[in-house]
């Protein structure tokens, strides 16, 4: 068996062409949706990340902000910054770009954005609306990483209702909000959340019919504990002495039936889901 390829980059420019067209809609009724971004000081990868966020922005006709401070912003720069960016009208979402400079107190910054404009979707007060509504329609802002797990899965048409999910890593990211996002009534996984203190790993993920692995442990997810036929996506990354890797080893794709490449699976859907988030809020 080789595992079918969940093609994160492929899905996410569908993505981008569907959200394209809704973007020119709502401009022919004289809305327009605007992402910002908040950068600060002189991260490598935050810096790309960014980059990226702006690129995604201008393919689908997206109004994009950039606010970039130095390493050496006080506290109160940043709060100004994002005290700009929750009252101007242009911008329908952003995100703060952590890491941010050490000292400073990310939840603080976090917590301050207005949570109509959390692109991220892991304001506070949106989790807790994703966590008190198990069924119907959420209007708030959504994970972005967990909400892309599931829409690739969705796109490639694999089965979640009744299905056993494991999901490895119980991050902000990723594996608490996806377990709140997989177990809700449409979804309907059953999902187990393991982490460094778990015993059994590999009993659990032999009988998973999905497995989400978003530990940062490079090549952690063995052939042997994967069930024949599984999906598998990897959405952890690790630097080694030969590189970036992802979280699963790549002979899993003999046993597994699905099975996202890292990178090009999970990341892009990450990308995409931020801009959808950024095109509902001005639907919204």
């Known amino acids: 068996m080789t595992a079918i390829k969940l093609d994160g980059l492929a899905i996410a420019r569908q993505i981008k062409a569907e959200l394209a067209l809704e973007v020119s809609d709502l401009k022919r009724k004289g809305i327009s949706a605007g992402l910002g971004t908040l950068l600060v000081g002189d991260d490598p990868g935050s810096k790309t990340y960014v980059a990226g966020k702006h690129r995604d922005c201008a393919e689908v006709g997206v109004e994009s902000i950039r606010i970039d401070l130095p390493s050496s912003a006080t506290r109160a720069d940043v709060i100004r910054a994002i ?35 959390d692109a991220d979707g892991l304001h506070p007060i949106n989790l807790g609306k994703l966590v008190m509504n198990v069924s119907g329609e959420i209007t708030s802002p959504l994970p972005c990483t967990p909400n892309g797990i599931l829409e690739l899965l969705r ?90 890797s992802g979280d699963v080893d790549p002979a899993v794709a003999e046993v597994a039936g699905y099975l996202s490449p890292n990178p090009g699976g999970v990341g892009p859907m990450t990308r995409a889901m931020l801009v959808r988030n950024v095109v509902r809020a001005a639907q919204n």
């Open 83 to 117: 005290d700009e960016l929750n009252s101007a009208k242009e911008v329908t979402g952003y995100i703060v770009q952590l890491p941010l400079p050490g000292g400073m107190d990310a939840n603080e910054m976090l917590e301050r954005i207005d949570p109509a404009k």
């Open 155 to 244: 796109r490639y048409e694999i089965p979640t209702a009744g299905k056993e999910m494991v999901v490895l890593g119980r991050g902000l990211t990723v594996g608490r909000p996806l377990g709140l996002l997989a177990s809700r009534k449409g979804v309907d996984a059953t999902v187990t959340t393991l982490h460094s203190a778990s015993s059994d790993v590999s009993k659990h993920l032999s009988r998973a019919d999905i497995i989400v692995a978003a530990l940062g442990s490079a090549h952690f997810v063995k052939p042997q504990w994967v069930k024949p036929g599984a999906a598998v996506l990897d959405v952890g990354i690790s630097r080694t002495a030969t590189g970036l």
